[in-house]
């Protein structure tokens, strides 16, 4: 099994930081790529960002500038640091993970956990 975990969601106001992590944890034999992602209430799921084992990013248009990713692939974790949050960032940010996962001995390719979702509101 595998496991997918945020945290760091909260309260902040307009203009601050606030920082998500989000840890895979399980039967993993290796993590291609993780991402945020994100949904406010009555919108799609959009994409706030990703990272490659290799530490290609990829961002949504609007958070460019703002939030940075990162990851420590020994813990397999990820980071996300938002700077400057404005109103319209307030969603649920839910995380990633694409593996390869063990299963008695094999592995299983192109596997994509995602995690419970953490609330980030931004609001004075």
């Known amino acids: 099994q595998v496991h997918v975990v945020e945290s760091g969601g909260g309260l902040v106001q307009p203009g601050g930081s606030l920082r998500l992590s989000c840890a895979a944890s399980?039967?993993?034999?290796?993590?291609?790529?993780m991402g945020w992602y994100r949904q406010a209430p009555g919108k799609q799921r959009e994409l706030v960002a990703t990272?490659?084992?290799?530490?290609?990013?990829n961002y949504g248009d609007s958070v460019k500038g703002r939030f940075t990713i990162s990851r420590d692939n020994a813990k397999n974790t990820v980071y996300l640091q938002m700077n400057s949050l404005k109103p319209e960032d307030t969603a649920v940010y839910y995380c990633?993970?694409?593996?390869?996962?063990?299963?008695?001995?094999?592995?299983?390719?192109?596997?994509?956990?995602w995690g419970q979702g953490t609330q980030v509101t931004v609001s004075s």
């Open positions: 990272i490659t084992s290799g530490g290609n990013t």
């Open positions: 990633n993970a694409d593996l390869i996962e063990t299963l008695g001995g094999s592995l299983l390719p192109g596997n994509v956990y």
């Open positions: 399980g039967s993993i034999f290796s993590i291609s790529a």
